[in-house]
């Protein structure tokens, strides 16, 4: 059995370069505990573009090979003594919200190839090929859908309707392209041909594992070293458009007026209330809703407003319980509609269903902890990933890391060399077991 040696100045070396591809300052915000890097890295602009660049030349490198798909999907792969076989993936992503973290994806990106690399120089040899694959926006920030280099490789996303998808870069980015569509920013980038290309074969895969920090504090709060993840909640997002009637601060009276500002925060509460109450009736915490973004119009301090765009981020690891959620935040809408007079429309981002592990691969990943004497808990993922959408074409697990405090999408978003060494050596581990099957 093959005895990996994980490089681990090597990987936090590279991590820290990686997370160098920036396009905000070193955060300066000291309410934060230290270390802090803030990283905002956001699909298809320069920094990404020079950070795929980089991560290519390091895959390369290392003697692998690396292609890309028609959206930037990028697979970096060695090839197996029985190449015909369905391959055994990992990866993850290296796209960052603005004012982000440095271990969000990047670890399971390279973590992977570390994990290849060590494998390679133990002298082990793969039956079936590896490949460590590096999605395109798994995060929602440009197109307002995440994983959506995932969605199409897994089939569940039109291409037609992908490539629609409209830049929502905001203006004050260099790059802002108002009104494009990810087709013209694909092709700006230099990712050409049909997105119909990118879905993969439900074959192409035959085992998928990735590795990725907790972004929940459970782990570290336990005192546990890894997380096998059983599932991954279900996520779905909504866009809002509250119109009302706005004017002068001083002359347009209350009873004239109809806020869309007020409305819109009985909506924040609204469902924020309703999750509350699922969470209240089930004795669980696994109903989850966030407003994430409003933006006011016209936002003026002395304009009453009159339009308001927000965005709803609801989970749960339950469908029907999400849904129940919505079903009652729908009718407080229309009683806020009625209230107040303004008019709410909806827009459905995306209502995707949970995923479930292979209970081999969980098996597998078990197996493994014990042999390192590694302490595990099984748990389900909050957060969604791209293997959300690789187990529609593959058998799936992940494997997760603490991080301090539980943060994540923040500057102060940490997770300790020993703990990615230790991940990617039980993920490395995992490959070889099953690319020898
Ligand atoms: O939002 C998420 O769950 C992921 O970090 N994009
Ligand atoms: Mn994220
Ligand atoms: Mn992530």
Redesign the pocket.
């Known amino acids: 059995m093959t005895n990996p040696t994980i490089n681990t100045d090597r990987l936090l070396r590279e991590l820290h370069r990686l997370a160098q591809f920036t396009d905000c300052p070193p955060t300066e915000d000291k309410t934060l505990p230290a270390p802090t890097t803030a990283v905002t890295r956001i699909v298809f602009t320069p920094r990404d573009l020079e950070a795929r660049a980089w991560l290519t030349s390091v895959a390369e490198a290392a003697g692998f090979s690396v292609r890309t798909d028609a959206v930037g999907n990028t697979f970096i792969r060695w090839q197996g003594t029985d190449p015909a076989l369905p391959a055994v993936g990992t990866g993850s992503h290296t796209d960052a919200i603005p004012h982000a973290g440095m271990y969000?994806g990047t670890v399971g990106v390279l973590g992977g190839l570390e994990a290849m690399r060590a494998l390679q120089e133990s002298g082990f040899q793969p039956r079936r090929s590896i490949e460590t694959l590096m999605f395109t926006s798994?995060?929602p920030t440009r197109f307002g859908l995440?994983c959506l280099g995932s969605r199409l490789l897994g089939g569940v996303l039109d291409p037609a309707l992908a490539d629609a998808l409209k830049d929502r870069l905001p203006e004050t980015e260099p790059t802002a392209r108002e009104g494009l569509t990810l087709q013209q920013v694909r092709e700006c980038a230099g990712f050409h041909g049909d997105l119909a290309s990118v879905k993969l074969a439900s074959n192409y895969y035959g085992a998928w594992v990735e590795l990725h920090i907790e972004?929940g504090p459970l782990l570290e709060r336990d005192g546990i070293q890894l997380g096998i993840v059983t599932g991954i909640a279900a996520?779905a997002s909504y866009r809002y458009v509250v119109e009302g009637f706005g004017g002068h601060a001083g002359a347009l009276l209350m009873p004239d007026r109809r806020d869309a500002l007020a409305a819109a925060a009985e909506m924040i509460l609204s469902v924020e209330r309703h999750a509350l109450a699922a969470n209240a009736k089930s004795g669980g915490v696994d109903t989850v809703a966030t407003v994430g973004t409003v933006a006011v119009h016209p936002g003026a301090v002395n304009s009453v407003p009159s339009r308001v765009t927000l965005m709803l981020d609801i989970r749960d690891t339950d469908v029907t319980r999400r849904d129940a959620v919505m079903a009652a935040f729908h009718a407080d809408i229309a009683a806020i509609e009625a209230k107040r007079g303004v008019k709410v429309t909806e827009e459905l981002i995306n209502a995707d269903q949970p995923a479930q592990s292979s209970p081999h691969i969980v098996e597998t990943l078990e197996a493994i902890c014990k042999a390192e004497g590694a302490t595990y808990k099984k748990m389900v993922s909050r957060?969604?990933h791209d293997s959300n959408f690789i187990a529609r074409i593959a058998p799936i697990a992940m494997i997760f890391i603490p991080c301090r405090n539980g943060v994540s999408?923040r500057p102060d978003e940490y997770a300790t060399p020993e703990s990615i060494a230790l991940g990617t050596r039980v993920l490395a581990l995992a490959l070889a077991r099953l690319a020898s099957e």
């Open positions: 969000d798994e995060e995440g972004q996520p957060a969604y999408h």
